[in-house]
């Protein structure tokens, strides 16, 4: 049919009447004067539609099922990430033990020295402030943290809080060579100040310099005015070395810090300090050193010759260890290689000449 001015005009009247019809079809709903006609084009059209899909439904299923395939490509992804956090909980229940223990050690030395903690967690290390040895805690201003509290975990003095953000906190590590605390010796109370030195042991500068102090001495903190930013009593580190005085007014130790701040992962941020000084109680017992066991070697020497060795080994008790030792100094050369032959005897006249083989005498034999 070519295109004409009549053509034109009956394919808008045809469309009008389209839309004549779809709005009397929707305002009459049920009772539509053209469901009859509807009715009468689906028996018409069925038989049509029916061998249509037949035709495009493996078409369609194969749509279908690629539909499916990537929803079930979701499902699988989902369960094979929830696989993977079971196995990850599961791995890092070594982890769990390991935090549980930091933690059980953290509230024992709290209880020990009646610090009032809250407990967090070593989120990032590094110079968040400009400072060379800085932790980041999960816990801030929001938690009740604020500025020049004391930090401390199960093994002792951590460092301090420096910065506070409504979520975080910046902890300045006891082993800053900008970090200095004033510490007690314990049983003798001699005071002095802790300077950090990075990865080496702390500096400690004595205010005695006639003070007597040997290696393995323990220190503690002093504790700070109105207890901030330290409390007292909290253990700081063990003697490792002890410089002369040379006459000087102070002298200066060597201390290994009871803390590794390599390995942080727990602390505990000090908000309540004790009504009194806990002194030395934060401190864990002294391990008794293992006896170094005392050989005594006794030698007893016999009329016949033997010698009777009395070996005593003290330890924890006494273990006596009673043998025969056979003598090396008297023997003669050619002598006969017992070992109960008396040094002292005199040689037999009857042994013979030793190149003669009947072992008989010279004479004997004229």
Known sequence: MRDTRESRLLLVLLIAIAFALITVD??????????????????????????????????????????????????????????????????????????VRELDKMLQRAGAGQYGIKGAQVIAIGAAQGFSWTVTIDMGRDDGIARDMTVLNGDGLVGRVTTVGPNTATVLLANDPGFTVGTRMEGSDELGFATGQGDRPLSVQLLNGKAKIRKGD????????????????????????????????TRTLSVRPFVGFTKLDIVGVVVEAPREDPRDTVLPPKSKPVPTPTVTVTVTPSPDGDANVDVNAEADGNLDVNGNATPITGATPGADANPNADPDAAPDPDAGDPGNGNGQAADDQE
């Open 26 to 99: 929707i305002r009459g709903g049920e009772d539509s004067p053209v469901d009859g006609a509807r009715q009468a084009a689906a028996t018409v059209f069925g038989p049509v539609e029916n061998g249509v899909a037949a035709a495009v439904n493996p078409v369609g299923n194969a749509i279908g099922a690629v539909r499916d395939s990537g929803s079930r490509h979701t499902r699988i992804a989902a369960l094979e990430r929830e696989n993977t956090e079971l196995k990850q909980r599961l791995g890092s229940d070594a982890r769990n033990r390991s935090q």
């Open 218 to 249: 323990r220190l503690v903190t002093f504790g700070s005015s109105k207890d901030k930013p330290f409390v007292p009593g909290v253990p700081v580190g063990e003697v490792v070395r002890v410089d002369p005085s040379g006459g000087d007014l």
